[in-house]
C-alpha cells in the first residue's frame, strides 16, 4: 500500500505561479512511475504530467507543456509540479498518483495508477 499526501494549490490570479507538492509514504519502492492528474468541474480526470522511477525521464501533457515541471526526489519520495504561467483553464482539482507498472504507454490513464491523493484545489482567476 502507498499512501500520497498532497499540499499546495490555491488561488492565484491567470499570469501566476504554484507549486504542488506530493509525498508518498508506505511500499513506495513498489511504485515505478508518480504522476499529476486534474479534474474540472463536469469533466474527467486528465492527465497532466509524469515521471519515472527510471531515468527519471518526464513526460507532460500538450496543454502544459513549457509551462509546468515535474520533478521527483526519490530519497524523500516526493514529486512537485511547479505551474507557471497559469490559466483559467487550470483550474480544477489536482490529483497526485502511483502505480507499479506504469509504462510510457500507459501512464496517460487514470485507470493505470492504483494509488491516489485526495486531491488539492488550484484556482486560477482571470
Known amino acids: 500500500q502507498v499512501l500520497l499526501v498532497e499540499s499546495g494549490g490555491g488561488l492565484v490570479q491567470a499570469g501566476g505561479s504554484l507549486e504542488l507538492s506530493c509525498t508518498a509514504s508506505?511500499?513506495?519502492?513498489?511504485?515505478?512511475?508518480m504522476a499529476w492528474f486534474r479534474q474540472a468541474p463536469g469533466k474527467e480526470r486528465e492527465f497532466v504530467a509524469a515521471?519515472?522511477?527510471?531515468?527519471?525521464?518526464?513526460y507532460y501533457d500538450d496543454s502544459v507543456k513549457g509551462r509546468f515541471t515535474i520533478s521527483r526526489d526519490m530519497p524523500v519520495n516526493t514529486v512537485v509540479l511547479q505551474m507557471s504561467s497559469l490559466k483559467p483553464e487550470d483550474t480544477a482539482v489536482y490529483y497526485c498518483?502511483?502505480?507499479?507498472?506504469?509504462?510510457?504507454?500507459?501512464?496517460?490513464?487514470?485507470?493505470?495508477?492504483?494509488?491516489w491523493g485526495q486531491g488539492t484545489q488550484v484556482t486560477v482567476s482571470s
Open positions: 508506505g511500499r513506495t519502492s513498489s511504485s515505478n512511475a
Open positions: 498518483a502511483a502505480g507499479p507498472q506504469i509504462s510510457q504507454l500507459t501512464m496517460l490513464y487514470a485507470a493505470a495508477y492504483d494509488y
Open positions: 515521471v519515472l522511477r527510471s531515468g527519471g525521464t518526464a
